[in-house]
């Protein structure tokens, strides 16, 4: 025959319990008071007249939107479904990459013509000639006047009357890097 278990005893007899419970089961029995010389909210939460943290408006907005009864639930997938939409989303991905991939191809072609057009205007003399083409025409004796090197190169790349007619709005500065702070929408004249 089987002995009989002792599970419910150890847990109702006061001689059955282990002494030493666990530190959360002793805090939850004594209700002892938090003794901590911290704070663990944020400083200006206990200052007095503030009334707590002041709270950004357009978070507020956007919380109220998402979790609103009107909006729909976000989707969950089945195994099948999802598997089905990752394969479709990974294939436009590498459609898109492939597109990018060709506009920066032909980008780069297309700097590197100009590189080379300027270069040319750059080595040219009023006249058309090359530092080569004009040693060959002093050696047969031809004259060749006009040794002002890169004039064509210089006229192209000058800037001036680039802004001439385009409206003030587009003339700002030109960045490569995003501003530290977005827009504000919340701003007011």
Known sequence: MKAPSTALLRTFSPLWQNPATSWTAR????????????????SNMARKGR????????????????QHPLTPRPLRFSRNRSLRHWTIHRAWRLYQSKLHTARERELERQYNSMASACEALRLIDNHGLTTEERGKLAAEGEPTGGKEMGRLFRIAMRKDGVWD???????????????????????TR
Request: charged share 25%; net charge positive.
């Open 165 to 187: 007619g385009v409206p003030i709005e587009y003339a700002r500065i030109q960045t490569e890097t995003p501003p530290r702070e977005g827009f504000n929408e919340g701003w």
């Open 51 to 66: 009334g707590g943290e002041k709270r950004d408006m357009r978070i507020t907005l956007i919380r109220y939107h998402l």
């Open 27 to 42: 805090a939850c029995a004594q209700q002892q008071p938090q003794c901590a010389n911290f704070s663990s909210t944020r």
